[in-house]
T-cell receptor, first 114, second 115 residues
Framework: KAGVTQTPRYLIKTRGQQVTLSCSPI?????VSWYQQTPGQGLQFLFE???????NKGNFPGRFSGRQFSNSRSEMNVSTLELGDSALYLC?????????????FGPGTRLTVL | AQSVAQPEDQVNVAEGNPLTVKCTYS??????LFWYVQYPNRGLQFLLK??????LVKGSYGFEAEFNKSQTSFHLKKPSALVSDSALYFC?????????????FGTGTKLQVIP
């Protein structure tokens, strides 16, 4: 079974631009979560989607948005990029809830904002 | 609000010795607790989880963790450390109450296993 895939793996943008990151979950997984990892702030939750609906959102400005498609693939968009948006963006897919809950992470997209 | 504390930025242990990586948490409801490992330049890998049941949870690569409700702790342990265990370890909590909730991570503990 293929794991969580994220594209692109590396990205370089300049301030003010926008970027879209993509995440394909494990087949059958309906929940996708996004996280930002930086040396200063550590791992922070961005948002979670389940069946095309945003379930939860972390404490990030409105420049960060996401969506999930009917095939569970998810995209994350950051508009008006700032230098501080440079980070590793991780996507995770999960299946089930309660005792069946298990989360699998993709390799991440390394975004550099110049 | 939920939170996770990993009080040690780095833990050094000699190869073959037992290791412990500490984690304490705070949630309003019942906790789901997780440990993840991150090797250099790689994504996160799931190690183990506590959902309910036995307080001692066994996971991947010989790791285990003990859930202690009274001390609100979920320390990661391994009886005999390997050099290959050297990595960054994250503890995480998810409130089990009320359906789908966000996961909150600790700041991470760097484990260095010395040959």
């Amino acid at each position: 079974k293929a794991g969580v895939t994220q594209t692109p793996r590396y990205l370089i943008k300049t301030r003010g631009q926008q970027v879209t990151l993509s995440c394909s979950p494990i087949s059958g997984h309906r929940s996708v979560s996004w996280y930002q990892q930086t040396p200063g702030q550590g791992l922070q939750f961005l948002f979670e989607y389940f069946s095309e609906t945003q379930r939860n959102k972390g404490n990030f400005p409105g420049r960060f948005s996401g969506r999930q498609f009917s095939n569970s693939r998810s995209e994350m968009n950051v508009s008006t990029l700032e230098l501080g948006d440079s980070a590793l963006y991780l996507c995770a897919s999960s299946l089930g809830s309660g005792s069946r809950y298990e989360q699998f992470f993709g390799p991440g997209t390394r975004l550099t904002v110049l | 609000a939920q939170s996770v504390a990993q009080p040690e930025d780095q833990v050094n242990v000699a190869e073959g010795n037992p290791l412990t990586v500490k984690c304490t948490y705070s949630v309003s409801g019942n906790p789901y607790l997780f440990w993840y490992v991150q090797y250099p330049n790689r994504g996160l890998q799931f190690l183990l989880k506590y959902i309910t049941g036995d307080n001692l949870v066994k996971g991947s690569y010989g790791f285990e963790a003990e859930f202690n409700k009274s001390q609100t702790s979920f320390h990661l342990k391994k009886p005999s450390a390997l050099v290959s265990d050297s990595a960054l370890y994250f503890c995480a909590v998810r409130d089990a109450t009320g359906g789908y909730q966000k996961v909150t991570f600790g700041t991470g503990t760097k484990l260095q296993v010395i040959p």
